[in-house]
């Protein structure tokens, strides 16, 4: 690290200026795959040979016994404990260098793509962006049908994170998405037809629904997101035959002056102060979820805070139970039945909706039941999912706002000054992009590793002692202007050589890191490990690649012409194994400007890619495109405007515009490179919406024109910026 004692200036996404910080610091173990849930119900396991009659027969018996059918991949992470881990071998380490691509198919969105496919009887079912399904034959890549959910575009001034969705799941002849603007859609398998449609959110609010459904039992399980925009998170579950809503569980809790929805929250509300249900709270349910049918426990993982800041949030102090926390829930009923918090009074968005997976593993010389996740913040952690206990925690990457979590209570030991309450910023590794995202890891127990797609980041945070909530905007009571990327190109080179990617091959039973493989960039796709001795992964440069999963060698690799953030599938039909992934770059990994641009220079597709051995398939010839010829009025004489401006900015245009308005995608518009005509147009654009088709919905209720014309005046300076060449860069 060569940034202890420099100044560092992060960035992200986010603005930052010059502060002077000083950094405070800057195997293989075999182990029998979980079989834990496979002696439930066997009795009534479905025949492996029969295929049924129905498309997306999907039921109870055969994803508690995924194992006795490896050619399907029937739910998202495979099997319940979400492990990632296929038994199929045709493809393995000794022929991996024979795989071609088979078929791939375009979409025509050029949005980001988050996807875990599933595939099941021969049909593969993608989501893509907007929330739209798309159903192939897995053989041949023919369209079957595909479904738009119509979420209207102006959505996105809801969202975090782009137009993205993680996946379907599949039962009993419905394929069940969660649409951005948060309805719940079951289709029917055989023609994509809508089976029902429900809304799981309040009409109008600022929820959005990214992740994957699970179906456990007949209940399709979906949470929501939206914590940067003031909501009060839950998840809820649905009966998969009519839609009807069977229970709801709030991970914060309400206006304490009403009666808790049940007695856990009223525990819960113990830990807040304030009045935090004005601000909504937050604790959003958007990703990670897990299943252990022994048990009976459904894992669920907790986001962050809203607003972000916890002085702001819940002033008086409190733990604020359950943000960053992996709860377990009856999946019959939503009842509570244990809680470990990560980030007690989490302050730096650091998310427990991470990837979890389920796994026996040795700890302590005996074979314990363990939940396993790499969350935001840094640690690797170890429970026991049977009681929530405390295990162990290590550093898997670099840590800097906690030396360790305390064996005794389980609670992080914070370095000082890291909650930015005494007025100062603190610059904290990682930030809020973390050091492993929702991207999914995989844990093979052929090498006893969890391969963690993981990352180095860093961010500023700085209170904002002006706060007030502000719909449409991030609500994350952070003041970004302290923690603006510095002007000078060798600082800001500095700061983005520090946004690093790897792949963690992490032994759980040492707790350590057994190896790792340095990549490009961060903001890489989600990974695959394999009984053939594989790993699959793709990346933010957009290539594909087979490792070795028991040395990291790389073996194979596919220019996919385009970034990838989603994890691959393996399947098997007819004796032919394939791997498929979906591609498409965007996500976080957009908004975040600069540092996002290392992995982008391409023109973006939303692509689904299907690879086998032997096969010989070729993409297109990769577009060329050009954003155009800068073309800004003069610059605006006003300093301060123009300062008024880029807070603005930073506050809501980046997350779709990017962070100093530079765009990582090409399908984001990068505004320095406006047409006259679109400066003419300015504020028809952001205040009236003419292009709400398009995404860009109307600001005017929340924007004033007065500001409309600052964050103008910005990006004007931007793009002057551009043409006269500071900060050089080739597009
Ligand atoms: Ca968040």
């Not at 960035?11 to 000083?22: H, N, Q, Y």
């Not at 071998?89 to 260098?97: G, K």
């Not at 370095?415 to 999914?440: C, E, I, K, L, S």
């Amino acid at each position: 690290m060569k940034t202890s004692h420099a100044n560092i200036l992060m960035c992200v996404g986010i603005p930052l200026s010059c502060l002077a910080l000083v950094l405070a610091a800057c195997g293989r173990q075999p182990e029998e795959p979980a079989t834990g849930q496979s002696d439930v119900e066997t009795a009534t396991a479905v025949a492996q040979t029969a295929a049924p009659a129905e498309p997306a027969a999907v039921n109870a018996q055969r994803i508690i016994n995924a194992d006795r059918e490896p050619g399907n991949w029937m739910s998202h992470g495979r099997s319940y404990d979400e492990q990632r881990f296929s038994p199929l071998a045709v493809i393995n380490d000794s022929n991996a260098e024979r795989l071609g691509l088979s078929w791939y198919f375009d979409i025509p969105t050029d949005r980001g793509m988050q996807a875990t496919p599933l595939m099941i009887d021969g049909v593969l079912y993608v989501s893509g962006s907007w929330s739209m399904v798309y159903a192939f034959n897995a053989v041949t890549g023919e369209l079957l049908w595909q479904y738009d959910p119509q979420v209207p575009r102006e959505k996105l001034l809801e969202l975090c994170c782009d137009a993205i969705n993680r996946g379907v799941a599949a039962w009993d002849g419905k394929i069940f998405v969660g649409t951005l603007d948060g309805r719940l859609v079951a289709l029917n398998a055989a023609d994509g037809s809508v089976a029902w449609d429900v809304s799981t959110i309040p009409e109008g609010s600022a929820y959005s629904i990214t992740g994957a459904p699970r179906v456990i039992k007949g209940k399709v399980i979906i949470g929501n997101g939206g914590s940067e925009f003031g909501v009060r998170g839950y998840i809820s579950a649905y009966e998969a035959t009519t839609g009807k809503l069977a229970w709801r569980f709030y991970t914060v809790p309400g206006d304490p002056s009403q009666p808790f929805e049940n007695p856990i929250l009223e525990m819960a509300a113990k830990t807040w102060t304030g009045e935090w249900w004005k601000l909504g709270g937050g604790g959003t349910v958007w990703d990670s979820m897990a299943y252990d049918a022994e048990l009976d426990l459904l894992y669920i993982g907790v986001g962050n805070g809203s607003p972000w800041n916890a002085q702001i949030r819940s002033p008086g102090g409190g733990d604020n139970l359950f943000l960053s926390s992996i709860v377990a829930l009856r999946p019959d009923t939503g009842e509570y039945v244990w809680h470990y918090q990560e980030t007690p009074r989490e302050s730096w968005d650091f998310t427990a909706t991470q990837h979890m997976i389920l796994a026996n593993i040795e700890v302590g010389g005996k074979e314990r039941k363990v939940i396993m996740q790499a969350p935001k913040n840094g640690f690797f952690y170890i429970l026991d999912r049977a009681t929530g206990e405390f295990l162990s925690a290590e550093k898997y990457t670099l840590v800097t706002w906690a030396s360790h979590i305390d064996p005794e209570t389980g609670r992080p030991v914070e370095a000082p000054g890291v909650r930015y309450d005494g007025g100062q910023p603190t610059v904290n590794f990682p930030g809020f992009m973390g050091g492993h995202n929702w991207q999914p890891m995989s844990y093979s127990p052929r090498t006893g590793l969890v391969y963690i797609p993981a990352q180095q980041t860093l961010a500023v945070y700085a209170h904002d002692a002006e706060f007030n909530y502000r719909p449409g905007f991030y609500n994350t009571g952070i003041d970004w202007t302290k923690a603006m990327m510095p002007e000078d190109p060798a600082e800001r080179a500095g700061i983005l050589d520090q946004f690093t990617g790897f792949i963690s091959a992490w032994d759980p039973v040492a707790q350590r890191e057994a190896w790792r493989i340095p990549l490009g960039t961060m903001w890489n796709g989600g990974i695959l490990s394999t009984e053939g001795n594989l790993l699959f992964q793709g990346n933010g440069t957009g290539r594909f690649v087979a490792y070795r999963a028991d040395s990291g060698e790389a073996l194979w690799g596919f220019d996919a012409q385009t970034g990838i953030m989603a994890a691959p599938i393996t399947y098997e039909v007819n004796g032919t194994q394939y791997v498929a992934v979906v591609a498409g770059w965007g996500g976080l990994g957009v908004l975040i400007g600069e540092i996002g641009k290392k992995a982008s220079a391409m023109v973006n597709r939303s692509r689904v890619l299907v690879f086998a051995l032997d096969a010989d398939g070729a993409l297109p010839e990769p577009k060329t495109y050009s954003r155009g010829t800068p073309n800004p009025p003069p610059l605006v004489d006003d300093p301060a405007l123009v300062q008024h401006g880029k807070e603005l900015y930073h506050q809501s245009c980046f997350a779709c515009h990017g962070a100093d308005v530079i765009s990582s995608s090409s399908q984001m518009p990068d505004l320095r490179y406006m047409s006259a005509q679109k400066h003419e147009l300015f504020l028809q654009i952001t205040l009236d919406g003419i292009l709400h088709t398009r995404g860009m919905g109307a600001y005017k209720e929340w924007v004033s024109e007065e500001d409309a014309k600052a964050i103008h005046a910005y990006v004007i300076q931007e793009s002057h910026r551009l043409m006269g060449g500071m900060n050089a860069e080739s597009d």
